[in-house]
């Protein structure tokens, strides 16, 4: 009887926290969701039309973040795969430094980060004199386009999409691509038919660990983008926290969630679901 | 027939070309590392420190002489000390429980564990600020901070730890029983030094997320102010070059903080990996390390 309360009494502590400050939380943002009127005077009466407006007003906000994050996640993909397949296959003894590489942005903070991006593309920046001789800056501006904001999304979740990636394709067995080099495969067949299937289950938790969190940013799009970059998650901040309107910004936060929550199923049923819910991603 | 030289470039080029990409990469990673370094030496005239003016060591000399800086960067040290700490005590708890037990609604824990690393930061945010204010007894500040962080690091903890409790070999924990250890001397002596590494780098993780967060804190401060939400303040009125010595500071000292935690890994393992040579007459090849 005792040894079976064992690990309940372990787990306490950890679930009442999540319970208490993650689960309640979000049902008391769906509650203020229906809320209607305005601070000191908020009124809970099933208002939906708090959903209806959140849709209306900021759609144009929720598609550009989902765009963003997609072509942020696409990009980082691109560049993460050969560093990872390099860490992993060609490295030999520079593999930890390498490894070392990836996750050093993380030693510096976030803020940072972005705002060193802010000098990189500042408008006399060697970058953007480049860019602008190569006719990729109309008018000598990076900064304040799409481009800035994606480039600066793609960068901060780079390493997501490299560890994962990394963790898996160090976990094929070498024999199989060789054997696969054996039955007269070239090597863009092996790589086709052999390694980039073994490495599917890195490449799902990767592009999850990088779009979910590039959905909900608001940092790049507040130091890199301008006025017509906005992303939802600075609509969600400027009205939870400068102009008030909870029961608007919490109906967004929820759609936002919603939204996530449909891609990442569609995305899951897809890609197949063994590749998310077998790994433990990093 | 021999080749031209241009065309054995083509060749080494095509032949190498996921090693330069890689290279590229790398050096895309670190460029804005460099950018930071270089820029706190910078002496900017006016008030923004985006563009280069002449070298100065007087940041680097005053690096600590901003009181507000000092301040937000002492609260967010205590803020991410505190949060380690119960993050990963409650963590480690979890994960034992989810290695060690099979029990009722285990899938449920985990799932529990799960969501809140695929949840947006700033609905986080959202949801954790509608429940205070509705709420209303807590006042947002320190106190709103430490939980938040709590929350959001309890889940790393529990993936890093869970993930070197799978790989441990509970032989070692049966050797010292049928030696006559206690439980609890079991726990102490041979469990708790063997994933202390995971531990460690669990600790670290916390210390690492709670450090760095905005998003979350910047719904949740009240008036408190922690070194991310200073910069993200100071940012409108031009960034202090102070901000970028600081985060080097702190970009050295978790460096050295990893060197640490890969030597006592290192420790660790050989601990563990006695074991093998003595299993070698047990039809265990020597040399084939425990499972790790």
């Known amino acids: ?282 | 027939m021999r080749e031209s030289g241009g065309a054995r470039a083509w060749r080494w080029l095509r032949e190498h070309a996921v090693v330069i990409a890689a290279g590229l990469v790398v050096l895309y990673l670190l460029i804005p590392i460099a950018v930071i370094f270089f820029f706190s030496f910078n002496d900017p005239q006016g008030r923004y420190n985006f563009t280069w003016q002449g070298f100065t060591l007087e940041h680097w000399g005053n690096a600590f002489g901003i009181e507000e800086l000092t301040d937000a960067l002492l609260t967010s040290l205590k803020l991410a000390v505190l949060a380690t700490v119960i993050a990963t005590i409650v963590g480690t708890l979890m994960a034992l429980a989810l290695v060690r037990h099979n029990f009722f609604g285990r899938r449920l824990a985990n799932f529990l564990i799960v969501i809140p690393m695929a949840t947006p930061e700033v609905v986080m945010g959202a949801a954790l600020l509608s429940f205070f204010l509705i709420l209303g007894t807590f006042s947002l500040g320190f106190q709103t901070l430490l939980i938040a962080h709590v929350m959001f690091c309890i889940s790393f903890v529990v993936v890093v730890v869970r993930s070197r409790l799978i790989g441990f070999d509970r032989n070692l924990e049966e050797a010292a029983r049928d030696l006559g250890a206690t439980s609890l001397q079991t726990f102490r002596l041979v469990t708790l030094p063997l994933i202390l590494p995971g531990i460690f780098g669990a600790a670290m993780l916390s210390f690492a997320l709670s450090i760095d967060d905005f998003v979350i804190s910047n719904f949740n401060s009240g008036t408190t102010v922690t070194f991310p939400l200073y910069i993200f303040g100071a940012a409108q009125r031009g960034i202090p070059v102070e901000v970028n010595v600081i985060a080097m500071i702190l970009f050295f000292f978790t460096v050295a903080a990893m060197g640490f935690a890969t030597w006592q890994q290192r420790r660790a393992e050989k601990m563990a990996s006695v074991r093998p040579e003595q299993e070698a007459g047990a039809g265990m090849p020597a040399g084939v390390p425990a499972a790790t």
């Open chain 1, 1 to 282: 009887m005792k040894r079976r309360a064992v690990p309940y009494l372990l787990l306490l502590p950890g679930t009442a926290w999540l319970l208490l400050f993650f689960v309640v939380p979000l049902y008391y943002m769906a509650e203020l969701s229906l809320n209607s009127g305005v601070v000191g005077e908020l009124e809970f009466n099933w208002n939906w039309d708090n959903y209806n407006e959140a849709l209306s007003l900021y759609d144009t906000q929720f598609i550009r973040s989902f765009v963003y994050a997609g072509v942020a996640t696409v990009a980082a993909l691109l560049l993460a795969y050969p560093l990872a397949y390099t860490i992993a296959f060609k490295a030999g003894k520079w593999r930890n430094a390498l490894l070392f590489a990836v996750v050093a942005p993380f030693f510096t903070t976030y803020l940072i980060r972005t705002l060193a991006w802010e000098t990189i593309l500042f408008d006399e920046s060697p970058v953007t004199e480049i860019l602008d001789a190569l006719g990729l800056a109309p008018e000598g501006h990076v900064l304040a386009t799409s481009g800035a904001v994606i480039a600066g999304l793609t960068y901060n979740f780079l390493p997501f999409m490299i560890l994962p990636i990394y963790a898996s394709l160090e976990r094929i067995d070498v024999r199989l691509i060789e054997a696969s080099k054996d039955l007269y495969a070239s090597a863009a067949q092996s790589f086709v038919r052999v390694t980039l299937p073994l490495s599917a289950p890195g490449v799902v938790a990767g592009t999850l660990l990088t779009f979910i969190p590039a959905v909900g940013d608001y940092v790049n799009a507040q130091f890199l983008g301008g006025v017509g970059n906005r992303m939802i998650g600075n609509v969600i901040q400027s009205l939870y926290l400068t102009q008030s309107n909870y029961p608007a910004a919490a109906a967004l936060s929820f759609l936002l969630m919603a939204l996530i929550m449909v891609a990442v199923f569609v995305y899951i049923r897809f890609a197949g679901s063994e590749a998310l819910m077998g790994e433990e991603a990093v």
